[in-house]
């Protein structure tokens, strides 16, 4: 019955602007993110991705605010709040990824790291291409379902890398007995595959969304 309203009711699509802006900026951090990853300017990137989470933070509270201020909203408000947290929360671990790579002042990273930044550069544009989509989730309900499953696939290809890449370490560094450089590399690698997981959570999000409202 509520759904039937929704749809009769007028929409405030800036909860769409809102969303978009927020991915985008999600974007941004993860490209960010793959550069350093892959040796460039390793500060400045540093620096961008630290920039971008406080972007996000503002809009994620510019949404939270407009979902209690709102009497229409296009979809649930449980629901609002937490796509745009479980995105936020992308974000937040590609900025811990950074206070770790700066704690440890590491300037240069692994292949399968290098991969990692590809893989989450992959999940984060299917995220940016799912949000606009959810304007109109009855005609793109099936475009939709296909990104939940492609940002699937990215995580899972992530897994992979991240357990190949302690791997790796172990091979490189048990013998040696270098224990820290295990650990920093073990914990970068982890990191990393918690910020595609938090992409896969953003997905979970729209696929619920989209089961509710279709």
């Known amino acids: 019955m509520m759904s039937i309203f929704r749809r009769l009711m007028p929409r405030e699509d800036k909860f769409f602007d809102m969303l978009c802006q927020h991915s985008k900026t999600v974007v941004a951090a993860a490209y960010a993110l793959d550069q350093l990853l892959q040796g460039n300017d390793?500060?400045?990137?540093?620096?961008?991705?630290?920039?971008?989470?406080?972007?996000?933070?503002?809009i994620t509270r510019e949404v939270l605010l407009a979902v209690r201020r709102s009497f229409i909203t296009p979809f649930d408000r449980g629901d609002i709040k937490d796509l745009i947290q479980s995105m936020d929360?992308?974000?937040?671990?590609?900025?811990?990824?950074?206070?770790?790579?700066?704690?440890?002042?590491q300037a240069s990273f692994d292949p399968l790291m290098q991969e990692m930044g590809g893989e989450i550069v992959k999940a984060a544009n299917l995220i940016a291409e799912a949000i606009p989509l959810l304007n109109k989730i009855g005609s793109n309900a099936s475009r939709l379902a296909i990104i939940a499953e492609e940002v699937t696939r990215?995580?899972?290809?992530s897994d992979e890398l991240h357990d190949q890449g302690l791997k790796d370490l172990f091979q490189r560094y048990g013998s040696m007995g270098n224990?820290?450089?295990?650990?920093?590399?073990?914990?970068?690698?982890s990191e990393l595959e918690k910020v595609v997981d938090r992409?896969?959570?953003?997905?979970?999000?729209?696929?619920g969304i989209v089961i509710e409202n279709v």
């Open 42 to 58: 390793v500060q400045k990137n540093c620096e961008r991705i630290v920039e971008l989470e406080n972007e996000a933070d503002d």
């Open 154 to 157: 990215v995580e899972g290809r």
């Open 199 to 207: 992409f896969e959570d953003v997905a979970n999000e729209i696929s």
């Open 179 to 189: 224990v820290m450089a295990y650990m920093i590399g073990n914990e970068i690698y």
């Open 89 to 105: 929360d992308a974000i937040d671990m590609m900025h811990k990824t950074v206070k770790t790579i700066r704690l440890f002042e």
